[in-house]
């Protein structure tokens, strides 16, 4: 078990993730196309290259290696979801900036302040039925968990809880509603992607 997050850590989740997320880009757009612009897929693909170009290159400051990782996935996801993941990393960055290690339990908190930012930043609420849903409960699941292997698998179930719980619900926020009643009994993009963010991870 690794004990602590580092920017090595980040490095070799990095490696996993990407070849995972363009593996998936397909059923994304496809989602997305249902009540979005159908590039979520490619959004996730672009960003996560760019996160493979620098992962091999990121500081010991884990502040500084995730603000690397932000400003990387900026660069190639450059839509409104991509900024939204940006901001949420950047928001790790500036609670983590100075040190090399962060404890695993630490985790929940930065998903708790990553929400919040990525609120302001895009408008929605908890409840709208978006990532931040996801993101939330994740947080709430991860609570005084400290064995990563284990913090990902409590994630991904309440992230599926959370996609299950909504997906009756629609769509209040971004372009996805203006498809309303339409969006019912669609699962959001948006959380989609998050789940297989974990997915990559494990």
Known sequence: MTTQLTAETLS????RLAPHLESVAAELNQADARIG???LGITMTKGARELRAVAGELPDDLGAALM????AFTKGGGSSYGTLLATGLMTAAKACRGKSTVDW????????AAVVAMADRGGASLGDKT???????????LVDLDDPAAMTEA????TEDT?????DRPNRVGRARMFAEKSIGLHDPGM??????LCGLR
């Open 105 to 112: 339990t630490a985790v929940s908190g930065l998903l708790d």
């Open 192 to 197: 989609l992607a998050f789940r297989e963010i």
């Open 155 to 158: 994630a991904l179930a309440a």
């Open 12 to 15: 070799r989740a990095i490696g």
């Open 131 to 141: 990532v931040l849903d996801t993101i939330d409960a994740t947080a709430r699941a």
């Open 68 to 71: 690397t990782c932000a400003r």
């Open 37 to 39: 612009d159908g590039d």
């Open 163 to 167: 996609l299950d719980r909504f997906r």
